[in-house]
Structure formats: C-alpha cells, structure tokens
C-alpha cells in the first residue's frame, strides 16, 4: 500500500500523520510522552485530519497528561553499583572517596565518582547533572559547524538546559535554540538528529510538510532517531 506523511502541530501538540490505503480514520497517543500518530485515508486532507484531531482533543490531553504523570525514576542514591548511560552506553558507577577535587571519569565500562568522604547524595546528583551537561556542550559546536553550510543557516545562540517534555527547542525570534541535558543519555546521533531539527527551524517555523521534507532531505533516518529518543521517558533509565 502506498503512503504519505505530514507532520502537524494543532493548538499546540505536535501530531505525525500517515496517510494510507485505509478506510476509517485513526488517532493514536503513544508513551512515553503521549506522542500523537494519526493513521488516515488517503482522501483526506491535513484541513480535514486537523478537524478530526481538534474533535479528540480533550481525549488526547487525558492521554497525555496520564502519561506525563505517570512514576518517573525513583531517586538516585549515587553509590557503588548504580548503572547510568552516557551516549547510550550502560554504565556501573564507581564512587571513590578521596579528599580532592570531585569530578567523573570515564574508565573502560565503568563511570567513575571522586568525591571527597561524606559528600551527600544531592551534591552527587549535582556533580553528574553538571558533567553531563559538559559532555553535551563540548559535543554540540562541531555538530553545528558540520549542518550550518548543509542546511545554509547560522546558529546565533544556544544553550543546554533540563526539560520535561521536549529534546530541544528553538526560539526563531532570538535564533536561541536549547538542547535537553537528558540527551547525553542518548546515542551521539540522536543529539545529531537534535541539531538537524532545531536548525531547520530557522527555515521552518512550524512542524509541517514543508518542515518534514527539509529534515527527510537532510536526515533520512530521523523516524528511527526520533524512535529511539521517545523509547524511554526523560529523565528514566532501567535498573536491576
């Protein structure tokens, strides 16, 4: 069967369609993050699909917010045996104590703590928060570098901050675009597909056709990248 795609945001929410041989339309909201997927026939049109969506809308806000409030990540105690990821690799975590300097390394399979004695679980959580946010930042400009001549744009401003709901976001106004912390979690070519995605809003404002187009040209695989994004809830790792 053939099909086709658009990629709409209605009142808000940002909604993937996928027009196919079918009969009856069909609206979708999938976790973790409550994203929105429309299957629909190919007679219809977006005008037509975004009345269909407006219809449902206090169906998919209820979706929505059951999945948004749904247990995140019990805390972390940051001790001896906890695993976390670091571009997408599990890692067991090794806390030495030692008077000093407090910082993480990288050591083969294992994510290293140095910490002076009797640093609290906080102040351990604030050092991985702070490293991780170093190793988004120090990947970031050659990211921007390789796309700025690809997708013939100029990156003014960015910065890295925590959010709940979204990987980045992209301010045309002020061409401020941020990127989610969370995303050093993430295989590196997710926090590629990130860059690919909030760059091209500076050519395109909204998540529509054209937009779709613009990232399919330059990232073909962005589905399978978005994908492995949306896997898992932010801020949500698996422990055993």
Same mark, same amino acid.
């Given at each position: *069967?053939?099909?086709?795609?658009a990629?709409?945001?209605i009142?808000?929410?940002?909604?993937d369609v996928?027009?196919?041989?079918?009969?009856?339309l069909?609206?979708?909201v999938?976790?973790?993050l409550?994203?929105?997927?429309?299957?629909?026939?190919?007679?219809?049109?977006d005008?037509?699909?975004?009345?269909?969506v407006?219809?449902?809308? !206090?169906?998919i806000?209820?979706?929505?917010?059951?999945?948004?409030s749904a247990a995140r990540?019990?805390?972390?105690? *940051?001790?001896?045996g906890?695993?976390?990821?670091?571009?997408?690799?599990?890692r067991?975590m090794?806390?030495?104590?030692?008077?000093?300097?407090?910082?993480?390394?990288?050591?083969g399979?294992?994510?290293?703590?140095?910490?002076?004695?009797?640093?609290?679980?906080?102040?351990?959580?604030e050092l991985?928060d702070?490293w991780?946010?170093?190793?988004?930042?120090?990947?970031?400009?050659?990211?921007?570098?390789?796309?700025?001549p690809i997708?013939?744009?100029?990156?003014s401003?960015?910065?890295i901050?925590?959010?709940?709901t979204?990987?980045?976001?992209c301010?045309?106004?002020t061409?401020?675009?941020?990127?989610?912390?969370?995303?050093?979690?993430? !295989? !590196?070519?997710?926090?590629e597909y990130?860059?690919?995605?909030? *760059?091209?809003?500076?050519?395109?404002?909204?998540?529509?056709?054209?937009?779709?187009?613009?990232?399919?040209?330059? *990232?073909?695989?962005?589905?399978?990248?978005?994908?492995?994004?949306?896997?898992? !809830?932010?801020?949500?790792e698996?422990w055993?």
């Open positions: *069967m053939s099909t086709a795609s990629y709409l945001t009142r808000g929410i940002d909604v996928i027009y196919k041989s079918i009969k009856n069909h609206i979708g999938y976790p973790p409550g994203r929105v997927r429309v299957a629909a026939p190919h007679q219809l049109d005008e037509q699909v975004r009345l269909a407006i219809q449902r809308l !206090p169906w806000k209820e979706q929505r917010e059951q999945f948004r990540q019990s805390t972390r105690e *940051m001790v001896t906890e695993s976390h990821y670091v571009w997408g690799v599990r067991r090794k806390v030495v104590e030692r008077p000093g300097r407090a910082h993480f390394e990288l050591d399979e294992r994510l290293l703590l140095y910490v002076p004695p009797r640093t609290s679980a906080e102040r351990r959580r991985l702070q991780y946010r170093e190793q988004v930042r120090h990947a970031i400009p050659s990211l921007i570098a390789k796309w700025e997708l013939e744009v100029s990156v401003r960015w910065s901050k925590r959010m709940k979204k990987w980045g976001s301010n045309r106004e061409g401020h675009i941020w990127f989610n912390v969370e995303l050093a979690k993430k !295989p !590196p070519a997710c926090l990130i860059v690919v995605h909030e *760059m091209a809003h500076y050519l395109e404002r909204h998540h529509d056709d054209r937009f779709t187009k613009l990232v399919e040209r330059s *990232m073909p695989n962005w589905r399978s990248l978005r994908d492995q994004l949306n896997s898992a !809830p932010l801020a949500d698996q055993k």
